[in-house]
């Protein structure tokens, strides 16, 4: 099983700022099969990034991602008021598809 | 517009059984890879359940092997989530979720349950 670990658990920053949110993969991962989801308070998941670096459909492009093999990156460019959320990344390419634990990014 | 709603949830003892049902519209359930995915309260998110576009390969988190089930019903366009021997540590709210190929496109709002005596 690939276990992704998520850090930091907690980002503390203000709008404006830049966000950067770390996932690793305890194995090599290949880009196709890394994605990205924000959760909102009492709401379900949201694709954001698919193949490591592509935006889903009605992303804003301040949301991008980067990274392979083990070691993948969210960034928010400029922070937005409703942006503060959990984010998770998830791999799903091998079975299991596992999630991260999440990143709490808030004000 | 794409939907899908779960039904099903609540309270059961454990041991008890219980059925969770996805209803899609908008979308054929039999051309996308459907999940279910749990969400303990306040925790992260747990791939419970996975059927293929096929309906010919079907996972489940070691978690749940041997007490859950998943099915699709084509004809209904519907996705089901059979669970027994349900436990404390069971309790979360369950989404059903969609892709074509890996990534999940579309999401439920969910359906809690909560197992207690």
């Known amino acids: 099983e690939i276990v992704l670990t998520q850090s930091p658990g907690t980002l503390s920053l203000s709008p404006g700022e830049r966000a950067t949110l770390s996932c690793r993969a305890s194995?090599?991962?290949?880009?196709?099969?890394l994605v990205w989801y924000q959760q909102k308070p009492g709401q379900a998941p949201r694709l954001l990034i698919y193949?490591?670096?592509s935006r889903a459909t009605g992303i804003p492009d301040r949301f991008s991602g980067s990274g392979s093999g083990t070691d993948f990156t969210l960034t928010i460019s400029r922070l937005e008021p409703e942006d503060f959320a959990v984010y998770y990344c998830?791999?799903?390419?091998?079975?299991?598809?596992?999630f991260g634990q999440g990143t709490k990014l808030e004000i | 517009e794409v939907q899908l709603v779960e039904s099903g949830g609540g309270l059961v003892q454990p041991g008890g059984s219980l059925r969770l049902s996805c209803a899609a519209a908008?979308?054929?359930?039999?051309?996308?890879?459907m999940n279910w995915v749990r969400q303990a309260p306040g925790k992260g998110l747990e791939l419970v359940s996975y059927?293929?576009?096929?309906?010919?390969?079907?996972n489940y988190a070691d978690s749940v092997k041997g007490r859950f089930t998943i099915s699709r019903d084509n004809a209904k366009n519907s996705l089901y989530l059979q669970m027994s021997g349900l436990r404390a540590e069971d309790t979360a709210t369950y989404y059903c979720?969609?892709?074509?190929?890996?990534?999940?496109?579309?999401w439920g709002q969910g359906a809690l349950v909560t197992v207690s005596s």
């Open positions: 979720a969609c892709g074509t190929w890996g990534p999940l496109d579309y």
């Open positions: 908008g979308l054929t359930v039999s051309s996308y890879e």
């Open positions: 059927i293929s576009r096929s309906g010919s390969t079907l």
């Open positions: 194995q090599s991962v290949s880009s196709s099969y």
């Open positions: 193949a490591a670096s």
């Open positions: 998830q791999q799903c390419g091998s079975s299991p598809r596992t």
